[in-house]
Protein backbone atom coordinates (compact mmCIF):
# COMPACT_ATOMS: atom_id res chain seq x y z
CA UNK A 1 0.00 0.00 0.00
CA UNK A 2 2.67 2.98 1.04
CA UNK A 3 4.59 2.78 -2.41
CA UNK A 4 1.00 3.07 -4.35
CA UNK A 5 -0.09 5.84 -2.14
CA UNK A 6 3.02 8.31 -2.29
CA UNK A 7 2.53 7.29 -6.01
CA UNK A 8 -0.33 8.89 -5.62
CA UNK A 9 0.43 11.79 -4.03
CA UNK A 10 3.00 12.09 -6.62
CA UNK A 11 0.76 12.32 -9.44
CA UNK A 12 -0.93 14.41 -7.91
CA UNK A 13 1.89 16.61 -7.08
CA UNK A 14 3.01 16.77 -10.88
CA UNK A 15 -0.46 17.76 -11.65
CA UNK A 16 -0.23 20.78 -9.08
CA UNK A 17 2.70 21.91 -10.58
CA UNK A 18 1.61 21.74 -14.31
CA UNK A 19 -1.26 23.68 -13.13
CA UNK A 20 0.80 26.25 -11.58
CA UNK A 21 3.18 26.49 -14.77
CA UNK A 22 0.51 26.58 -17.43
CA UNK A 23 1.44 29.70 -19.40
CA UNK A 24 -1.54 32.32 -19.00
CA UNK A 25 -3.30 33.45 -22.59
CA UNK A 26 -6.19 36.67 -22.61
CA UNK A 27 -8.37 35.82 -25.10
CA UNK A 28 -10.40 38.75 -26.10
CA UNK A 29 -13.64 37.15 -27.58
CA UNK A 30 -15.76 33.99 -27.06
CA UNK A 31 -14.58 31.53 -29.04
CA UNK A 32 -16.45 28.05 -29.26
CA UNK A 33 -16.17 26.12 -25.97
CA UNK A 34 -14.37 23.08 -27.19
CA UNK A 35 -11.84 25.30 -28.91
CA UNK A 36 -11.57 26.61 -24.75
CA UNK A 37 -11.41 23.61 -23.49
CA UNK A 38 -8.57 22.21 -25.74
CA UNK A 39 -6.77 25.19 -25.26
CA UNK A 40 -7.15 25.02 -21.29
CA UNK A 41 -5.37 21.71 -21.38
CA UNK A 42 -1.84 23.48 -21.93
CA UNK A 43 -3.03 27.06 -20.89
CA UNK A 44 -4.48 29.02 -18.05
CA UNK A 45 -7.34 30.63 -20.22
CA UNK A 46 -9.10 33.94 -19.32
CA UNK A 47 -11.65 34.95 -21.90
CA UNK A 48 -13.36 38.26 -22.00
CA UNK A 49 -16.59 37.81 -22.65
CA UNK A 50 -18.51 41.05 -23.57
CA UNK A 51 -20.15 41.93 -26.64
CA UNK A 52 -17.69 44.88 -27.18
CA UNK A 53 -13.75 44.17 -27.16
CA UNK A 54 -11.41 45.28 -24.11
CA UNK A 55 -10.51 48.83 -24.33
CA UNK A 56 -7.19 49.39 -24.79
CA UNK A 57 -5.99 50.01 -20.94
CA UNK A 58 -7.97 46.90 -20.01
CA UNK A 59 -5.82 44.36 -23.39
CA UNK A 60 -2.72 46.49 -21.45
CA UNK A 61 -3.05 45.68 -18.25
CA UNK A 62 -3.83 41.96 -19.23
CA UNK A 63 -0.62 41.82 -21.35
CA UNK A 64 1.18 42.57 -18.55
CA UNK A 65 0.10 39.30 -17.02
CA UNK A 66 0.02 37.02 -19.79
CA UNK A 67 2.58 34.43 -21.85
CA UNK A 68 0.03 34.97 -24.67
CA UNK A 69 -2.75 36.58 -26.13
CA UNK A 70 -5.66 35.62 -28.35
CA UNK A 71 -6.69 38.85 -30.36
CA UNK A 72 -9.15 40.17 -33.33
CA UNK A 73 -8.46 43.00 -35.30
CA UNK A 74 -10.27 45.66 -32.78
CA UNK A 75 -7.67 44.90 -30.69
CA UNK A 76 -4.62 47.30 -30.65
CA UNK A 77 -1.45 45.53 -29.97
CA UNK A 78 1.01 48.58 -30.95
CA UNK A 79 4.40 48.68 -29.75
CA UNK A 80 3.71 50.26 -26.42
CA UNK A 81 1.54 47.30 -25.44
CA UNK A 82 4.18 44.79 -26.83
CA UNK A 83 7.17 46.24 -24.77
CA UNK A 84 5.21 46.22 -21.60
CA UNK A 85 4.57 42.90 -21.77
CA UNK A 86 7.63 41.10 -20.14
CA UNK A 87 6.31 37.62 -20.41
CA UNK A 88 4.18 37.96 -23.97
CA UNK A 89 5.68 35.11 -26.31
CA UNK A 90 2.89 34.60 -28.87
CA UNK A 91 0.14 36.98 -30.09
CA UNK A 92 -2.22 34.48 -32.10
CA UNK A 93 -4.85 36.54 -34.05
CA UNK A 94 -7.90 35.38 -35.08
CA UNK A 95 -7.86 36.83 -38.46
CA UNK A 96 -6.48 37.24 -41.70
CA UNK A 97 -5.32 40.74 -41.72
CA UNK A 98 -3.23 41.56 -39.03
CA UNK A 99 -3.00 45.16 -39.59
CA UNK A 100 -3.68 46.25 -35.97
CA UNK A 101 -0.42 44.43 -35.02
CA UNK A 102 3.12 46.10 -34.77
CA UNK A 103 4.89 43.26 -36.53
CA UNK A 104 8.19 44.88 -36.40
CA UNK A 105 8.48 46.02 -33.04
CA UNK A 106 6.74 42.14 -32.17
CA UNK A 107 9.48 40.52 -34.18
CA UNK A 108 13.04 42.56 -32.38
CA UNK A 109 10.75 41.75 -28.97
CA UNK A 110 10.81 37.99 -29.88
CA UNK A 111 7.18 37.89 -30.00
CA UNK A 112 5.48 35.11 -32.33
CA UNK A 113 2.51 36.59 -34.05
CA UNK A 114 0.17 34.43 -36.13
CA UNK A 115 -2.88 34.40 -38.19
CA UNK A 116 -5.60 32.44 -39.73
CA UNK A 117 -5.06 32.62 -43.64
CA UNK A 118 -6.58 29.79 -45.99
CA UNK A 119 -9.40 28.63 -43.79
CA UNK A 120 -12.01 31.65 -44.55
CA UNK A 121 -10.56 32.31 -47.91
CA UNK A 122 -13.86 30.68 -49.74
CA UNK A 123 -15.93 32.19 -46.89
CA UNK A 124 -14.68 35.68 -48.16
CA UNK A 125 -14.69 35.11 -52.09
CA UNK A 126 -18.53 33.62 -51.55
CA UNK A 127 -19.10 36.84 -49.79
CA UNK A 128 -17.19 38.78 -52.55
CA UNK A 129 -19.22 37.71 -54.88
CA UNK A 130 -22.81 38.13 -52.94
CA UNK A 131 -21.78 41.84 -52.94
CA UNK A 132 -20.57 41.92 -56.67
CA UNK A 133 -24.15 40.27 -57.64
CA UNK A 134 -26.09 42.43 -55.11
CA UNK A 135 -25.22 45.38 -56.96
CA UNK A 136 -24.82 44.09 -60.69
CA UNK A 137 -28.65 42.63 -59.74
CA UNK A 138 -30.11 46.00 -57.79
CA UNK A 139 -31.07 43.33 -55.48
CA UNK A 140 -31.69 45.50 -52.26
CA UNK A 141 -33.67 47.96 -54.12
CA UNK A 142 -35.57 45.24 -55.86
CA UNK A 143 -36.14 43.80 -52.18
CA UNK A 144 -37.16 47.36 -50.95
CA UNK A 145 -38.85 47.93 -54.19
CA UNK A 146 -41.31 44.92 -53.13
CA UNK A 147 -41.66 45.50 -49.68
CA UNK A 148 -42.43 49.51 -49.83
CA UNK A 149 -45.05 48.15 -51.58
CA UNK A 150 -43.76 50.74 -54.96
CA UNK A 151 -44.04 47.40 -57.21
CA UNK A 152 -47.44 47.24 -56.28
CA UNK A 153 -48.40 51.02 -56.96
CA UNK A 154 -46.69 50.71 -60.42
CA UNK A 155 -49.80 48.70 -61.09
CA UNK A 156 -47.76 46.51 -63.71
CA UNK A 157 -46.41 42.82 -63.24
CA UNK A 158 -43.21 44.15 -65.78
CA UNK A 159 -41.94 46.22 -67.70
CA UNK A 160 -38.89 46.26 -70.03
CA UNK A 161 -36.98 48.51 -67.99
CA UNK A 162 -37.72 48.09 -64.75
CA UNK A 163 -34.78 47.28 -62.41
CA UNK A 164 -32.59 46.97 -65.00
CA UNK A 165 -28.47 45.43 -63.99
CA UNK A 166 -25.68 44.51 -65.08
CA UNK A 167 -24.76 40.82 -66.78
CA UNK A 168 -21.98 39.70 -66.26
CA UNK A 169 -20.44 36.88 -68.79
CA UNK A 170 -18.21 38.68 -70.82
CA UNK A 171 -17.39 41.46 -68.99
CA UNK A 172 -13.77 42.29 -67.48
CA UNK A 173 -13.05 41.10 -64.13
CA UNK A 174 -10.42 43.27 -62.19
CA UNK A 175 -8.93 41.79 -59.26
CA UNK A 176 -6.09 43.75 -57.39
CA UNK A 177 -4.38 41.17 -55.24
CA UNK A 178 -4.57 37.86 -56.48
CA UNK A 179 -3.56 36.15 -53.21
CA UNK A 180 -5.51 33.33 -51.42
CA UNK A 181 -8.77 35.14 -51.46
CA UNK A 182 -8.06 37.01 -54.41
CA UNK A 183 -7.43 33.59 -56.85
CA UNK A 184 -10.78 32.39 -55.22
CA UNK A 185 -12.78 35.13 -56.60
CA UNK A 186 -11.07 34.89 -60.08
CA UNK A 187 -11.79 31.11 -60.08
CA UNK A 188 -15.69 31.90 -59.59
CA UNK A 189 -15.61 34.89 -62.13
CA UNK A 190 -13.99 33.49 -65.06
CA UNK A 191 -15.66 29.45 -64.35
CA UNK A 192 -18.50 29.93 -63.67
CA UNK A 193 -19.49 33.31 -64.97
CA UNK A 194 -17.76 33.63 -68.10
CA UNK A 195 -15.85 36.68 -67.08
CA UNK A 196 -12.31 37.91 -68.71
CA UNK A 197 -10.46 38.32 -65.54
CA UNK A 198 -7.25 40.57 -65.31
CA UNK A 199 -5.42 41.24 -61.96
CA UNK A 200 -2.71 43.47 -60.55
CA UNK A 201 -0.43 42.21 -57.59
CA UNK A 202 3.22 42.92 -56.48
CA UNK A 203 3.54 39.78 -57.23
CA UNK A 204 3.17 38.24 -61.10
CA UNK A 205 2.18 34.53 -60.57
CA UNK A 206 2.63 33.16 -64.17
CA UNK A 207 1.08 29.41 -62.89
CA UNK A 208 -1.83 31.17 -61.82
CA UNK A 209 -2.45 33.05 -65.02
CA UNK A 210 -2.58 29.89 -66.70
CA UNK A 211 -4.79 27.72 -64.75
CA UNK A 212 -7.12 29.98 -64.47
CA UNK A 213 -6.49 31.92 -67.82
CA UNK A 214 -5.82 35.16 -65.92
CA UNK A 215 -4.39 38.08 -67.36
CA UNK A 216 -1.67 40.00 -65.39
CA UNK A 217 -1.25 43.84 -65.72
CA UNK A 218 1.38 45.17 -64.58
CA UNK A 219 -0.18 48.66 -63.59
CA UNK A 220 -2.82 48.81 -61.40
CA UNK A 221 -4.15 52.01 -63.46
CA UNK A 222 -4.62 49.86 -66.91
CA UNK A 223 -6.59 47.67 -64.74
CA UNK A 224 -8.80 50.49 -63.03
CA UNK A 225 -9.11 51.44 -66.97
CA UNK A 226 -10.44 48.24 -67.99
CA UNK A 227 -12.76 46.22 -65.24
CA UNK A 228 -16.15 46.52 -65.26
CA UNK A 229 -15.74 44.91 -61.56
CA UNK A 230 -12.58 45.81 -59.59
CA UNK A 231 -12.49 43.53 -56.19
CA UNK A 232 -9.87 44.44 -53.77
CA UNK A 233 -7.84 41.80 -51.77
CA UNK A 234 -4.83 43.60 -51.03
CA UNK A 235 -3.48 43.37 -47.31
CA UNK A 236 -3.54 46.98 -45.79
CA UNK A 237 -0.03 48.42 -45.39
CA UNK A 238 1.75 51.37 -45.38
CA UNK A 239 1.57 50.83 -49.25
CA UNK A 240 -1.76 49.90 -49.72
CA UNK A 241 -3.52 53.25 -47.82
CA UNK A 242 -5.41 54.67 -49.75
CA UNK A 243 -3.89 53.14 -53.09
CA UNK A 244 -7.96 53.99 -54.25
CA UNK A 245 -8.06 57.45 -54.30
CA UNK A 246 -9.63 60.48 -56.14
CA UNK A 247 -7.15 59.70 -59.17
CA UNK A 248 -7.66 56.27 -59.38
CA UNK A 249 -11.37 56.06 -59.31
CA UNK A 250 -11.34 58.79 -61.87
CA UNK A 251 -9.66 56.45 -64.19
CA UNK A 252 -12.70 53.67 -63.59
CA UNK A 253 -15.57 53.15 -66.29
CA UNK A 254 -18.62 54.90 -65.60
CA UNK A 255 -20.57 51.89 -65.32
CA UNK A 256 -17.99 49.72 -63.15
CA UNK A 257 -18.82 48.69 -59.97
CA UNK A 258 -16.19 48.74 -57.03
CA UNK A 259 -16.37 46.27 -54.05
CA UNK A 260 -13.70 46.11 -51.11
CA UNK A 261 -13.62 42.82 -48.78
CA UNK A 262 -9.89 43.84 -48.27
CA UNK A 263 -9.70 47.15 -45.38
CA UNK A 264 -11.55 49.43 -45.16
CA UNK A 265 -8.26 51.57 -45.78
CA UNK A 266 -7.37 50.93 -48.79
CA UNK A 267 -10.42 53.22 -50.37
CA UNK A 268 -10.22 56.50 -49.60
CA UNK A 269 -13.85 56.63 -48.58
CA UNK A 270 -13.79 60.34 -49.25
CA UNK A 271 -12.69 59.96 -52.49
CA UNK A 272 -15.30 57.06 -53.02
CA UNK A 273 -18.32 59.13 -51.49
CA UNK A 274 -17.38 61.73 -54.43
CA UNK A 275 -17.11 58.99 -56.99
CA UNK A 276 -20.72 57.64 -56.15
CA UNK A 277 -22.19 61.17 -56.18
CA UNK A 278 -20.81 62.15 -59.05
CA UNK A 279 -21.30 59.17 -60.92
CA UNK A 280 -17.44 58.18 -61.58
CA UNK A 281 -18.46 54.55 -61.13
CA UNK A 282 -21.51 53.24 -61.11
CA UNK A 283 -21.71 51.24 -57.51
CA UNK A 284 -20.09 49.95 -55.08
CA UNK A 285 -20.18 46.71 -52.72
CA UNK A 286 -18.18 47.38 -48.91
CA UNK A 287 -17.53 45.40 -46.58
CA UNK A 288 -15.06 46.66 -44.67
CA UNK A 289 -14.83 50.76 -44.11
CA UNK A 290 -12.60 53.19 -42.63
CA UNK A 291 -13.42 53.82 -38.81
CA UNK A 292 -15.46 50.66 -37.95
CA UNK A 293 -18.17 50.82 -36.82
CA UNK A 294 -19.58 53.07 -39.02
CA UNK A 295 -22.82 55.19 -38.00
CA UNK A 296 -26.14 54.78 -39.72
CA UNK A 297 -26.32 58.09 -41.24
CA UNK A 298 -22.37 57.98 -42.79
CA UNK A 299 -22.26 58.95 -46.27
CA UNK A 300 -22.23 55.88 -47.65
CA UNK A 301 -25.63 54.97 -46.81
CA UNK A 302 -27.11 57.69 -48.92
CA UNK A 303 -26.54 55.82 -51.91
CA UNK A 304 -29.21 53.34 -53.69
CA UNK A 305 -26.22 51.71 -55.87
CA UNK A 306 -24.23 50.51 -52.66
CA UNK A 307 -24.36 47.71 -50.51
CA UNK A 308 -22.75 47.63 -47.93
CA UNK A 309 -22.19 44.77 -44.78
CA UNK A 310 -20.51 45.15 -41.62
CA UNK A 311 -17.01 43.38 -41.83
CA UNK A 312 -19.16 39.66 -42.50
CA UNK A 313 -16.37 38.09 -44.95
CA UNK A 314 -15.60 35.63 -42.96
CA UNK A 315 -18.97 35.31 -40.46
CA UNK A 316 -19.80 31.75 -41.27
CA UNK A 317 -20.20 29.44 -38.72
CA UNK A 318 -17.68 26.82 -40.21
CA UNK A 319 -15.01 30.02 -41.46
CA UNK A 320 -15.09 31.07 -37.81
CA UNK A 321 -14.39 27.72 -36.22
CA UNK A 322 -11.84 26.59 -38.61
CA UNK A 323 -9.80 30.35 -37.98
CA UNK A 324 -10.71 29.17 -33.85
CA UNK A 325 -8.61 26.02 -34.59
CA UNK A 326 -6.43 27.41 -36.44
CA UNK A 327 -5.51 29.54 -33.56
CA UNK A 328 -5.45 26.57 -30.91
CA UNK A 329 -2.89 24.59 -33.18
CA UNK A 330 -0.66 28.05 -33.12
CA UNK A 331 -0.86 28.25 -29.56
CA UNK A 332 -0.42 24.10 -28.64
CA UNK A 333 2.73 24.27 -31.50
CA UNK A 334 3.81 27.45 -29.60
CA UNK A 335 3.65 25.50 -26.12
CA UNK A 336 5.17 22.19 -27.33
CA UNK A 337 8.43 24.27 -28.54
CA UNK A 338 7.40 24.06 -32.22
CA UNK A 339 7.06 26.32 -34.78
CA UNK A 340 4.02 28.00 -34.88
CA UNK A 341 1.94 26.53 -38.62
CA UNK A 342 0.92 30.27 -39.53
CA UNK A 343 3.52 32.51 -38.24
CA UNK A 344 3.28 35.74 -39.96
CA UNK A 345 7.47 37.04 -38.78
CA UNK A 346 9.52 34.60 -39.37
CA UNK A 347 12.78 36.31 -38.64
CA UNK A 348 11.41 36.02 -34.98
CA UNK A 349 12.71 32.75 -35.56
CA UNK A 350 16.31 34.37 -35.15
CA UNK A 351 15.39 36.26 -31.99
CA UNK A 352 13.92 33.40 -30.16
CA UNK A 353 12.99 30.11 -30.31
CA UNK A 354 9.65 28.83 -29.81
CA UNK A 355 7.83 27.82 -26.73
CA UNK A 356 7.87 29.15 -22.96
CA UNK A 357 11.28 27.65 -21.96
P1 LIG B 1 -2.83 36.95 -49.37
O1 LIG B 1 -1.61 37.38 -48.63
O2 LIG B 1 -2.94 35.53 -49.80
O3 LIG B 1 -3.01 37.85 -50.69
C1 LIG B 1 -2.72 39.21 -50.75
C2 LIG B 1 -2.17 39.54 -52.13
O4 LIG B 1 -1.98 40.96 -52.19
C3 LIG B 1 -0.81 38.88 -52.42
O5 LIG B 1 -0.82 38.25 -53.68
C4 LIG B 1 0.17 40.04 -52.38
O6 LIG B 1 1.27 39.87 -53.23
C5 LIG B 1 -0.73 41.20 -52.82
N1 LIG B 1 -0.22 42.50 -52.41
C6 LIG B 1 0.34 42.85 -51.23
N2 LIG B 1 0.70 44.15 -51.25
C7 LIG B 1 0.35 44.64 -52.47
C8 LIG B 1 0.47 45.91 -53.10
N3 LIG B 1 1.02 46.94 -52.47
N4 LIG B 1 0.01 46.03 -54.35
C9 LIG B 1 -0.54 44.98 -55.01
N5 LIG B 1 -0.66 43.75 -54.47
C10 LIG B 1 -0.24 43.58 -53.22
O7 LIG B 1 -4.04 37.39 -48.45
P2 LIG B 1 -5.54 36.83 -48.49
O8 LIG B 1 -5.69 35.69 -47.58
O9 LIG B 1 -5.98 36.72 -49.90
O10 LIG B 1 -6.28 38.07 -47.79
C11 LIG B 1 -6.23 39.36 -48.36
C12 LIG B 1 -6.74 40.38 -47.39
O11 LIG B 1 -8.13 40.21 -47.22
C13 LIG B 1 -6.18 40.25 -45.96
O12 LIG B 1 -4.94 40.88 -45.82
C14 LIG B 1 -7.26 40.89 -45.12
O13 LIG B 1 -6.95 42.24 -44.85
C15 LIG B 1 -8.50 40.78 -45.99
N6 LIG B 1 -9.50 39.91 -45.36
C16 LIG B 1 -10.72 40.42 -45.10
C17 LIG B 1 -11.69 39.62 -44.51
C18 LIG B 1 -13.06 40.18 -44.22
O14 LIG B 1 -13.66 39.74 -43.26
N7 LIG B 1 -13.56 41.07 -45.03
C19 LIG B 1 -11.40 38.30 -44.18
C20 LIG B 1 -10.15 37.80 -44.48
C21 LIG B 1 -9.20 38.62 -45.08
Given at each position: ??????????????????????????????????????????????????????????????????????????????????????????????????????????????????????????????????????????????????????????????????????????????I?GLG??GT???????????????Y?D???Y????????????????????????????????????????????????????????????????????????????????????????????????????????????????????????????????????????????????????????
Amino acid sequence: MKPLESNAYNVIKVKVVVEILKPKVFVTRELFDDIIAKMSELYEVEVWDKYYHPPYDVLLSKAREVDALVTLLTDKVDCNLLQSAPKLRIVAQYAVGFDNVDLECATKLGIYVTNTPDVISDTVAELTWALILAVAKRILESDSFVRQGEWHRTGTPWHPKMMLGTELKGKVLGIVGLGRIGTRVAKIGSLGFGMKVIYYDIVRYKEKEGILGVEYKSSLEDLLKESDIVSLHVPLTKDTYHMINEERLKLMKKTAILVNTARGAVVDTQALVKALKEGWIAGAGIDVFEGEPIPGDHPLTQFKNVVLVPHIGSATLEGRYRMAQVVLENLIAFYEGRKPPTLVNESVLNVRPPGFK
